[in-house]
């Protein structure tokens, strides 16, 4: 039990879930993107979609994605900031399937023509989890540095990755591997004790088995 | 961690201790969440200059998406400096704080959530017109957040904090539990008073049903912070006056969860029961939540 969560969190109002929670999605988003967004299509589902202008779900989840945190006092004004930056944002509603009531689905296009599409789930307190990248099903807090990596299913990749963490002296808290059927993609998210850096997700990457890797440091 | 799971272990590891009960729920705090005590005291006095900022930051003139909050706040404040109220001016102090934090988190300002965004208010409402009247130190009421989230950080976990799981009792009724050990601790009373505080307090909350109009943290939830505020005074004086919970703190605690439990989806927190159903609500918010 964090104390900081009793007294806290320091956040811009007036929803822990439907404010702070949508910044931390789109900030975790733009990490993931590993690139400035200048496009966003952002779909809101349940209580995100039916309450969330009002709690100024949608200034947070662009606030997010230009990279500020859920106190910022910009906040409420992040769409002027957002047409300063030249980030073009659309907002629509949608219905996932089997979703968390408070979740929002996002496909990014970076400055370089990266993409990213993303489901975020705010879970309470300010608190979030990703729940789907690329189409593929995982659950991650972003609360520690976390690694995900989308690879071809076959043998030696996860032996791959866990020696070069081994090689950089980063300690592994959690290992989750998933993957859609047998033979398609998998992915693995991998929780960090320390941070992960730009030149280790380059080294993961030099395997051909390897189709992307992320990492998000908040 | 056993300390944080009952007031009753709270209380008697703080006695062991020797330590005044902040500076034990500090230190305990410190070894789960690994970091330093200075750490956490920075933190816990970055938190509090937020809490002071978001009373400063108000503006009279501003409203909320809904149109329905604004401007309270300054009708309180003008009505307590009149000197014509029933209270008189340190309650209405606390009237108009608790709207005057409460307002601006409607209005998206930069609050700080204790335990949540929606009773944001009842702790500066209690805290700060209480520092002004007695003169005390930041560091006085940093030590009075610590002892607010030792007690807060029992109810989270026995009970809940979040009004989608157990209604508004545990939201604004957490604050107020909170809020009158704070007081106890601060006036100078001891470790059983700031217990039978908590248990008042909760117990004065019970049932209580988060029902927001349109589903927004506006109505009725800023005005419920001023509720929190004052039950949370008469708490906190009841139990420094030698009054006794007749049920100890830990059982109140209980029965909060378990009542939260019965509370139907519609009372908590979705904004179709309670006062969101009312024909007003309905009138201003014909489709519902949606705004």
Known sequence: MNIFDLIGPIMVGPSSSHTAGAARIGLVARTMLGEKPVKAEILLHGSFAATGKGHGTDRALVAGLLGMKPDDLRIPDSFRFAREEGLEFSFGEVKLDEAHPNSALLRLTGETGKTLEMIGASVGGGKIEVREINGLKLRFTAEYPTLIIQNHDNPGSIAWVSKLLADENVNIGTFQVTRSSRGKDAIMVIECDSRITDDLVEKIMQNPDIISAGKVNL | ?291
Not at chain 2, 15 to 38: A, F, H, R
Not at chain 2, 69 to 80: F, L, P, S
Not at chain 2, 144 to 159: C, N
């Open chain 2, 1 to 291: 961690m056993a300390i944080f799971e009952s007031t009753r272990g709270l209380i008697e590891e703080t006695e062991k201790s020797g330590l005044p009960i902040w500076e034990y729920v500090l230190k305990t705090s410190c070894e789960e969440s690994n970091i330093s005590e200075e750490q956490s005291w920075e933190m816990m006095g970055k938190t509090f200059d937020a809490m002071l900022e978001s009373y400063r930051s108000y503006d009279q003139f501003q409203v909320s998406a809904s149109g329905l909050v604004g401007g309270d706040a300054e009708k309180m404040r003008v009505a307590r400096n009149s000197g014509d109220t029933i209270c008189g001016s340190f309650i209405g102090s606390v009237i108009a704080t608790a709207l005057t934090v409460s307002e601006c988190n409607a209005c998206m300002h930069r609050i700080v959530a204790a335990p949540t965004a929606g009773s944001c208010g009842v702790l500066p409402a209690v805290l700060l017109p209480y520092a002004h009247v007695k003169d005390l130190s930041r560091d006085d009421l940093i030590k009075a957040l610590y002892v607010a989230s030792g007690f807060g950080a029992v109810i989270a976990q026995r009970a809940s904090i979040s009004g989608a799981e157990a209604g508004c009792q545990a939201e604004i009724g957490s604050a107020s539990a909170m809020a009158a050990a704070a007081l106890v601790y601060l006036h100078g009373g001891d470790l059983r008073m700031m217990e039978n505080s908590v248990a008042m307090a909760l117990k004065n909350m019970m049932g209580l049903v988060c029902d927001p109009v349109a589903g927004l943290v506006e109505v009725p939830c800023v005005k419920r912070n001023v509720a929190g505020a004052m039950n949370a005074l008469a708490s906190a004086e009841m139990a420094l006056a030698g009054i006794e919970s007749r049920i100890p703190a830990d059982e109140v605690i209980d029965t909060m969860k378990v009542v939260g439990s019965m509370l139907p989806p519609s009372l908590r927190e979705t904004g179709e029961g309670g006062i969101a159903a009312s024909p007003t609500a309905h009138r201003l918010f014909p489709d519902g939540p949606k705004i």
